[in-house]
């Protein structure tokens, strides 16, 4: 090679590693993110790599570069790196620094910032499951810059990474990519959402080994003012979703392409592990005896399970994923989800009903699964019990559930029935408003100065009425006291006397009874009394939108209801109205509003009832949804005057 071609060789290099080291300096400087990026931000990913390597069936290797630069108070939880494993998962590496704004380096992390410990919490009786966490401590001043390098290698591929750039609407994202490496023999299955740019598939023989490489980049991506009635993230953020096709897990092997090969799966990982012990058998026949129909022996039996099990959460068994053996939990008298269907499927068995179990993405918050592509969704069990043209659906983790309901917890979702014929995906009941209902009565006597002493019988259905079941049976008299005194949205009263009561039924309620002394619920004015009709359920106004809208507008289940009041006032002696209010009525998309008022004697009846249905309406809609719940809010501010004779 002439001098001159090595010269020229020689500077070519020195460009390039200055241009990297430019580059690499860069990602630490605070002033050097674009202005773009800082508008609504707490924290900015400056640069994201993520490498998962698939090395065979049973083994992959993920490594991870994370660079943010944290804006404010915030994002300080991106000072942190929290890494979980377990026997079948090793941390292989985790490093980390901490830059000041000018990208100086101010501390690197040592051993002894890193802590292992475990993540047993109380509700796990078993569990493998540790932690390592790496924290840089809270910084006095900002911006300021950390960067994390991890590397952990898993044998467990059933589940395969996800890629979602923008973890959040307050973070910026400057730089991220996602890299799969699969051996040649081994496909990839993946579904791409709200990406700009689509995959990039290439081959990579180097050291003879031949990989399929696909790659997925993002740039400036800015952070997102949230508007109000959104859909959740994960249907508006750029997001990769990956699967295996094949996978192996200590010694037992699955494929993954369809349901029913999950279910296939899941049957083969829980085989024989439902045999009933004789002495429960003869139990269950005894108990069940007497009963001639389906769902009379399944309550029966779903009573038993609540008064003789109780939950412990036991992550242990391929991946949390098989189940304890039947005689194990009726020896000990718990288990977790799996051990506890499994154990309600058997005795069910034992008296000839056939019943399987349902693998859920459970949570109240939960979305429902990706339904359009199989793969490891779900973190539950539940059992379906079919019975004619009819269906039970058993919570078998819960000693209080309603026998059949499913709630927000499981319900309106799709769910994996596990079958021997076949496993398929099908929807757990759906609660609509008449499900859903909220009916007050309520006596309220009015003193001239505007006190007031109120009884209220409110009784609550379906969703409506979790928050007061779990209030029940799980918080003590004062604590009870406690929360209705928050929740009962009057501005100044005291609560003197209060009851809760419940009904079970496959559509559970529960009746509250309350007793107030309010002050000023009136507000009196010479010869005048102002009377409020509305103080225990008025409805405020939504924010309007400020500028064109984006997402659409998303009424979830907690808009599905339908809640009635009737208030009866008794008014002191020689007070007449001095005008009525005429009934009203408001009807839209969204659901129905009606007000009435009558007077006779020297007692106001006011009833409201309002209906709401659940939704996914168009971005335009959303200006409609405004001027409804403004209508509705006005409505719930009127009042009457009466006059002293």
């Known amino acids: 090679m002439s001098r001159f071609i090595q010269k020229v060789t020689l500077n070519l290099l020195i460009v390039v590693l200055a241009t990297l080291s430019v580059s690499a300096q860069d990602e630490l400087v605070a002033a050097r993110i674009p202005a773009a990026l800082l508008e609504n931000a707490h924290a900015v990913i400056r640069r994201h790599e993520t490498t998962f390597t698939v090395n065979n069936p049973g083994e992959a290797t993920t490594r991870e570069r994370l660079v943010v630069t944290v804006l404010d108070e915030q994002g300080d939880t991106y000072a942190q790196r929290v890494l979980p494993y377990n026997k079948l998962t090793k941390v292989d590496d985790l490093e980390g620094a901490l830059y000041d704004a000018s990208g100086k380096l101010i501390k690197k992390l040592r051993k002894a910032d890193v802590d292992d410990y475990g993540s047993f919490m109380d509700y796990n009786l078993y569990d493998d499951q540790r932690m390592r966490a790496a924290r840089f401590s809270r910084q006095p001043t900002y911006p300021y810059t950390v960067e994390f390098v991890s590397e952990v290698t898993s044998r467990n591929l059933m589940f395969y990474e996800n890629w979602q750039p923008q973890p959040d609407a307050t973070t910026a994202v400057e730089s991220a990519s996602f890299i799969v490496r699969m051996p040649e023999t081994l496909p990839l299955r993946y579904k791409e959402c709200n990406l700009s740019q689509p995959v990039a598939i290439t081959t990579d023989g180097a050291g003879g080994r031949v990989q399929r490489v696909y790659a997925w980049q993002i740039r400036n991506l800015p952070a997102r003012e949230t508007e109000p009635f959104s859909p959740p993230a994960h249907e508006q953020f750029p997001i990769v979703y990956t699967a295996p096709s094949l996978f192996e897990v200590q010694a037992y092997q699955g494929k993954l392409s369809t349901w029913n090969d999950m279910g296939a799966f899941y049957l083969a990982l829980n085989q024989g592990r439902d045999n009933i012990p004789d002495a429960l058998k003869q139990q269950v026949i005894q108990r069940t005896a007497g009963e001639k129909t389906t769902a009379g022996k399944v309550a029966k039996l779903y009573e038993f399970l609540q008064q003789h099990t109780r939950y412990a959460s036991i992550q242990l068994g391929i991946g949390g994923w098989q189940t304890i053996e039947v005689g194990e939990v009726a020896a000990k008298n718990y288990g977790d989800c799996k051990a506890l269907t499994n154990y309600a499927k058997a005795m069910l068995k034992a008296v000839g009903i056939p019943a399987f179990e349902a693998l859920v993405r459970a949570g109240d918050d939960e979305a429902d699964i990706r339904t359009d592509f199989p793969s ?18 058993l919570e078998c983790t819960s000693q209080h559930n309603a026998m059949g309901y499913a709630g927000t917890f499981t319900g309106n979702r799709h ?23 909220q009916q007050c009565r309520a006596l309220i006597t009015l003193t001239e100065q505007g006190d007031a002493t109120a009884q209220a019988v409110t009784y609550y259905s379906g969703l409506q009425q979790e928050s007061h079941a779990d209030l029940m049976h799980y918080r003590n008299h004062d604590e009870q006291r406690e929360w209705l005194i928050k929740h009962t949205r009057i501005p100044s009263f005291e609560l003197t006397d209060f009851g809760l009561s419940e009904t079970k039924a496959r559509i559970p309620a529960v009746t509250e009874t309350l ?78 509003y009606a007000v009435q008022t009558t007077v006779s004697a020297n007692r106001v009846t006011y009833i409201r009832r309002l209906t709401m249905h659940r939704g996914r309406y168009p971005a335009e809609a959303y200006a409609e949804w405004v001027e409804f719940r403004k209508k509705i809010a006005k409505a719930d501010k009127g009042q009457l005057v009466f006059v002293k004779k």
């Not at 769910?415 to 076949?422: H, S």
């Not at 609509?432 to 209902?437: F, M, S, Y």
């Open 515 to 592: 007793k107030l002394t309010i002050r000023r619920w009136a507000t009196p004015s010479g010869t005048r009394l102002f009377l409020p009709l509305n103080l225990l359920s008025a409805l405020p106004p939504v924010q309007p939108a400020t500028k064109p809208r984006i997402a659409p507008l998303d009424l979830d289940a907690s808009y599905d209801f339908d809640d009635t009041d009737t208030l009866t006032y008794q008014l002191p002696d020689g007070y007449s109205p001095e005008f009525l209010v005429a009934p009203l009525r408001i009807d839209s998309k969204f659901g129905q």
């Open 376 to 393: 490891f969704q779900f973190n539950h069990v539940i059992l379906c019990v079919p019975d004619g043209r009819d269906t039970l659906w």
């Open 415 to 437: 769910v994996l029935l596990i079958q021997p014929t076949g496993s398929r995906l099908v929807k757990t009941p759906v609660y609509h408003p008449a499900d859903n209902r």
